[in-house]
């Protein structure tokens, strides 16, 4: 990562500076807020990931929780929890902490017992463990930070009144809370305000766009897969700045580009990025005629035996439904993904097939129920032939869901029981939870 050349690693060392330079020289400092703009989200996964390896060159100790925030009253449980879990599981972090043949003598099976007692009181727990976690570290003098990324947080109020419980208690000398603020909206700005003696807002201005093209145009400028870089990264400016004149010129010149070179397959990829582009200015016929020809064209590479040609030719038809959709096409946009999804199957992909019929049925659910249980069905009776170790990282949990929801009779137990072997007993009552969540929900990602 750290890599001269590299802009995207260039700006990240921008935010190991800037935490260096507004938090490390100051003890007193418990609470630190990353104003960042949600697209630049990644940039600081990775620094938290970089922070997290030995390679990182903040002197804190970081323990990243992903934890979603559902309510401040179990907030501080299910960050325990979470940490135990991780901690029990999580060897880098151990090796981190244990550097140098330190040894880190910390007993979790306290807080374990501690979390079962259902009144006990967690906040304060939580403040407890972050004290023990601290004095148990190899270097008394370092900071312990726990980074909270949530994956979603359902109530911003809510969220904010959690972050003022625990600085009222008082967060323990040598620990500090990590968290992430929207820009510009500054959700937690009145955090910073009442605590600002030992709370410190941060904000770099990163030039992340200016860090793609850097990337998008290194290399022999003559290299026609370069100057395809080059289209596609002004294809991008000239959509961004609502340019369609220009955006038309960059477009033609990316297919000349990628015809000179006699690669179909990269002729094929310059149609859809072209179409793609387009959306925004609703240019259906032209849309809908590249994404044609581009298909044609992928096809003839599939048919003279390159794979390479998958990939596009999934593409393609995501953007033809898409196409279909827009213009209110309902039931052809349906027949595209479901075209699509039977596309993944036969190259072998299937947790990708089950994303694509998600699409499908939740499209065609209002206009034509028969076809949404029936793509359900389809959906779900695919799904149980596959591996288990797939189905874990697919969407088989949403479709039985939403199969769940419709279904009756039989049909119910052989879903429930289904997903009772694949996620356990409590499958139920998280999806419930997470379609709450999703109703009102803000994501850090």
């Known amino acids: 990562m750290n890599n001269e050349h590299n802009p995207v690693a260039l700006l990240v060392t921008q935010i190991q500076q800037k935490w260096l330079q507004d938090v490390s020289p100051h003890d007193e400092v418990n609470w630190v807020r990353w104003l960042i703009k949600p697209e630049q989200a990644r940039l600081y996964e990775g620094f938290l990931k970089l922070e997290s390896s030995p390679h990182g060159i903040i002197p804190d100790i970081p323990v ?115 968290v992430f603020d929207h820009h510009p909206k500054n959700y937690f700005e009145s955090v910073q305000v009442k605590h600002k003696a030992t709370c410190v807002s941060l904000w770099v201005d990163l030039d992340l766009d200016g860090a793609m093209k850097k990337i998008a145009m290194s290399g022999d400028p003559n290299d026609p897969e370069v100057q395809f870089r080059e289209c596609m990264v002004e294809m991008g400016n000239s959509a961004a700045k609502n340019n369609r004149k220009r955006l038309h010129l960059w477009g033609e010149k990316g297919l000349e580009v990628t015809q000179k070179t006699g690669n179909k397959t990269a002729f094929a990829t310059a149609h859809g990025v072209y179409a793609g582009m387009l959306f925004q200015f609703k240019e259906y016929d032209t849309v809908d005629k590249l994404l044609r020809r581009g298909l044609a064209i992928a096809k003839q590479v599939k048919a003279s035996g390159d794979d390479t040609a998958n990939a596009i030719i999934l593409q ?54 028969p076809r949404y249980k029936e793509l359900l069905k389809k959906a779900f009776d695919y799904g149980r032939t ?10 088989i949990d949403q479709i039985a869901w939403d199969y769940y929801n419709s279904a009756q009779g039989t049909t119910l137990k052989t879903i429930d029981s289904f997903m009772v072997d694949l996620e356990g007993k409590d499958w139920k009552q998280k999806m419930e939870l997470q379609a709450q969540n999703m109703k009102n929900s803000i994501s850090i990602s």
């Open 316 to 369: 393609l038809y995501a953007y033809m439904a898409s196409s279909a959709h827009h213009q209110n096409e309902i039931e052809k946009a349906t027949d595209l993904f479901c075209e699509q999804a039977e596309l993944a199957i036969s190259f072998g992909l299937g947790q990708q097939a089950l994303a694509i019929y998600i699409n499908a049925y939740t499209l065609i659910k209002k206009k034509n129920p």
């Open 386 to 395: 596959l591996p288990e170790e797939q189905l874990k990282s697919s969407g």
């Open 64 to 178: 990243v929780l992903l934890t979603p925030f559902v309510d401040s009253k179990v907030h501080s449980k299910n960050l325990i929890s979470d940490w135990l879990e991780s901690f029990k599981n999580d060897e880098r972090l151990k090796e981190q902490i244990e550097g140098n043949f330190l040894q880190f003598d910390w007993d979790p099976d306290y807080f374990k017992q501690k979390l079962k007692n259902k009144e006990a009181d967690f906040d304060s727990l939580l403040i407890e463990f972050l004290a023990s976690f601290q004095k148990a570290l190899p270097n008394p003098e370092q900071h312990l930070v726990l980074a909270l990324f949530p994956y979603t947080v359902q109530a911003t109020e809510d969220y904010k009144n959690w972050m003022e419980t625990m600085l009222g208690l008082g967060m323990p000398p040598k620990t500090r809370l990590m």
